[in-house]
């Protein structure tokens, strides 16, 4: 690394620790911990402030926060150069209950569309699909000719299903019908097949 480089590491450090110095101790030390493990501290502030904002005990702040630095630091070993979006991103699909595999599959299905794919299967799997089905919804949005708008509607459209009282089961493949109109019967009944016995 260059001098300059070391510098500003450094000063990105400096500027870190002041921070924590600002939270209670308790979540400072937490801070500062994550960092010397190489995982972005901004995002674990972030994280600290918000739930001190809204009031919630710093007792039941600090194991968010255990959490999201153990999936920050999985996200970290799963992408190589991430930014600290695609690792806020990966951190969520991870909290939300996503198996790395899953993630993997959903990210590389569409190198264009990556995070908002990533951050799609989170949404699902939220809602309470299967993740074989929100992997399967997600990866088909993807591959559509406008990926981002086409992942956009996939979890705006299984929101408001699931809120209407739709189960995740028949909204996947209402959704899976929506996305692909030209899916024959036999497409579509395997689909639903695959819920069946599924609890919402």
Known sequence: MTFTGLLWGAVFCGNIAFAAEQLPAELGDLVTASVERGVPGHLVEVKAREGLAKGVPIASIRPVLDRLVDNLAAAQQMHEDADEVL????AGALRAGAS???IVEVGSSSP???????STLADLLRLHFAERDAVRLTVRAAYTSNPQASLIAVSETAGALVAAGVVPRVA????TRALDPGANDDELAAVQTANDGMSP
């Open 172 to 175: 996947a493949t209402q959704i």
């Open 87 to 90: 690792l806020s991103t990966t």
């Open 112 to 118: 264009e569309a990556r995070i908002r794919a990533i």
């Open 100 to 102: 790395r595999s899953a």
